[in-house]
């Protein structure tokens, strides 16, 4: 049984940030896919995108999660928005859905220190209107990957960390 467990949500809902503190508190390691991919590939994921489109990046998401489920325990595994699609999903963990509306993504990033990096790095919220869409069409989606479904919108960190640690005990 393995002991990792796997942050999946909408992009910008926080999952990088709640790995690297949740971490912290419990001692585990933490990595992020696009962060695993990035360093394989040598580029961005915006650049990945731009080159090589959108079903290559998904490829390399295929290859990261097994890599991931071979190679790796006792990790918090952040994820990019659509990594929870990858096969065996919950064979690499425990799998825990950050939730939140969308307009409550959109606030919280507009409201980081670095907003315009981060919208910039994320290419499909490029067009707000298919980004909504997308939102809608993930959703139901993630609640039904997710093992255990913790509500972000309008919590501080220390809070989501919290429930977290509770739900998983």
């Known amino acids: 049984m393995t002991t990792n467990l796997i942050l999946i949500g ?24 696009d962060d695993l991919i990035e360093s394989i590939e040598n580029r961005k994921v915006k650049t990945i995108f731009e080159e090589d489109g959108e079903d290559y990046f998904r490829d390399m998401e295929k290859k990261t999660a097994k890599w991931l489920s071979q190679n790796v325990t006792n990790t918090i595994i952040s ?25 409550g993504i959109i606030e919280r990033l507009k409201v980081q220190p670095n907003a315009k ?7 499909l919220l490029k067009d707000m209107a298919k980004a909504k869409e997308l939102f809608f069409e993930r959703a139901p989606q993630y609640e039904a990957k997710a093992d255990i479904i913790i ?19």
């Not at 909408?10 to 001692?27: E, I, P, Q």
């Not at 994820?79 to 859905?97: A, C, P, Q």
Request: glycine residues 12%; aromatic residues 10%.
């Open 79 to 103: 994820t990019g928005g659509g990594f929870f699609k990858v096969d065996d999903l919950n064979k690499i963990g425990k799998v825990i859905y950050l939730k939140s509306s969308f307009e």
């Open 117 to 123: 990096q981060k919208f910039n790095k994320r290419p």
């Open 151 to 169: 509500n972000v919108e309008n919590q501080n960190l220390n809070k989501i960390i919290d429930n977290i640690l509770e739900e998983i005990k």
């Open 10 to 33: 909408f992009m910008g809902v926080g999952k990088g940030t709640v790995a690297r503190a949740l971490a912290r508190k419990s001692g585990m390691f933490g990595v992020d896919s």
